[in-house]
């Protein structure tokens, strides 16, 4: 079994900046990608943002240059760094980690990410 807990969402202004992380635990032999998802109401859950074992990474076109995604192999963890928040970024963002062998997918239960003035 697989636990996944993100942190660090929160009320923030436009242009500021929050960090988001998201351990997991239980029982891995490898976590392969790890990677942020978002969805805001209304609309379908969405990419944010994913980064392979190797660090190899990929963002969607509307946080390109504005989020970083690091991860900690040792630590199970995965960051997200966002700057220049915009109201359009507010949502609740979920964690997802993929997990070898086996390939199974596992989710935390989100983190509440609301810009606003």
């Known amino acids: 079994q697989v636990q996944v807990v993100e942190s660090g969402g929160g009320l923030v202004q436009p242009g500021g900046s929050l960090r988001l992380s998201c351990a997991a635990s239980?029982?891995?032999?490898?976590?392969?990608?790890m990677g942020w998802y978002r969805q805001a109401p209304g609309k379908q859950r969405e990419l944010v943002a994913v980064?392979?074992?190797?660090?190899?990474?990929n963002y969607a076109d509307s946080v390109k240059g504005r989020f970083t995604i690091s991860r900690d192999n040792l630590k199970n963890t995965v960051y997200l760094q966002m700057n220049s928040l915009k109201p359009e970024d507010t949502a609740v963002y979920y964690c997802?980690?993929?997990?070898?062998?086996?390939?199974?997918?596992?989710w935390g239960q989100g983190t509440q990410v609301t810009v606003s003035s």
């Open positions: 980064i392979s074992r190797q660090s190899s990474t």
């Open positions: 239980g029982t891995i032999f490898r976590i392969m990608n």
């Open positions: 997802n980690v993929f997990v070898a062998p086996g390939g199974n997918s596992y």
